[in-house]
């Protein structure tokens, strides 16, 4: 049984109302600790990047306060029996709607790749979302035209690579670098390790205090890697700058899917700019 404690949103209330950054890091690494096996389980055999992308979204989202909202979304009601338990059901509430509109991206990214409308599209993920429930819905086939399909055939967009080859991510160097700031910073860092003439050095700051580490030590793996004439885009050397201290099989597995994943968020954000 683990010793840890639950989260004190006392810690939490007293960064929200003093600025004490010491009080917010220890709310937050013990509401992180509740969550994660929740995480796990919602995840399915998820790498540990995963599970930390995961965290902190859910960090963000629901411990930071937001001009709509009187408090948090963590902290419970005043007089509230149980705060841990209603911290539990906020997170998992998150991570439902977050895989809610991860789907409907991936489903509205698939038909705009394909060349459908986006009228298509809202008619194709209300029928998808209707057999979902088991009910009957009515026939896409016969509420649109017939030149435009009324869904997407599982594995008609079956990953980045079929999509954009390297060369045509190197070719959108400048707008792929741009928008990776928005990615997670494992993948950020090893997407950009694997684009030509791609620097994520002044990423490595961020990246040292996710790793809990110098930022020298960051960058002194960085420009091992950027020094690296091998090809493959996951390279040890370039595994290595990310994750410095896993086992190498599961590091390489992990800059895999991360590499991945960055690939397919890089595409859906290139396609919205397009649109």
């Known amino acids: 049984m683990s010793s840890k404690l639950p989260a004190d949103e006392d810690d939490l209330r007293a960064f929200l109302t003093t600025g004490n950054k010491q009080r917010q890091a220890r ?13 796990r389980r919602f995840l399915h055999r998820p790498s540990e990047d995963e599970v930390e992308d995961l965290l902190h979204d859910a960090l963000v989202e629901l411990c930071l306060q937001t001009p709509s909202s ?33 789907r409907r991206r991936t489903h509205a ?18 029928a998808e979302k209707a057999a979902r429930r088991g009910s009957p819905a009515a026939d896409p086939a016969r509420s649109q035209p017939t030149h435009e399909a009324p869904r997407v055939e599982s594995g008609a ?22 928008l990776a700031e928005r990615l997670a910073i494992h993948r950020r860092v090893i997407l950009l390790l694997s684009l030509e003439h791609a620097d994520p050095s002044p990423f490595a700051e961020e990246l040292a205090r996710r790793l809990h580490e110098s930022p020298t030590d960051t960058l002194t793996r960085i420009a091992v890697a950027l020094r690296s004439d091998i090809e493959d885009p996951t390279a040890l050397p ?12 599961k590091a390489r597995e ?14 859906a954000a290139l396609r919205e700019r397009s649109a």
């Open 238 to 249: 370039r595994v290595r700058v990310p994750w410095p201290v896993e086992p190498e099989v």
């Open 70 to 102: 009187e408090r948090p979304r963590v902290l419970a009601p005043p007089g509230a029996t149980n705060p841990q338990g209603w911290r539990t059901t906020a997170f998992k509430n998150f991570c439902v709607d977050r895989a809610r509109k991860r």
């Open 109 to 126: 990214d698939s038909f705009a790749g394909a060349g459908h409308s986006p009228r298509a599209e809202a008619e194709a993920w209300r």
């Open 254 to 267: 992990s800059a895999r899917k991360a590499l991945e994943r960055a690939r397919e968020d890089l595409i």
């Open 157 to 178: 967009d079956d990953g980045f690579v079929t999509l954009v080859e390297q060369n045509e991510l190197n070719a959108l160097r400048a707008e792929v670098i741009r």
């Open 27 to 39: 709310f937050f690494e013990a509401v992180s600790a509740e969550w994660r096996p929740h995480a």
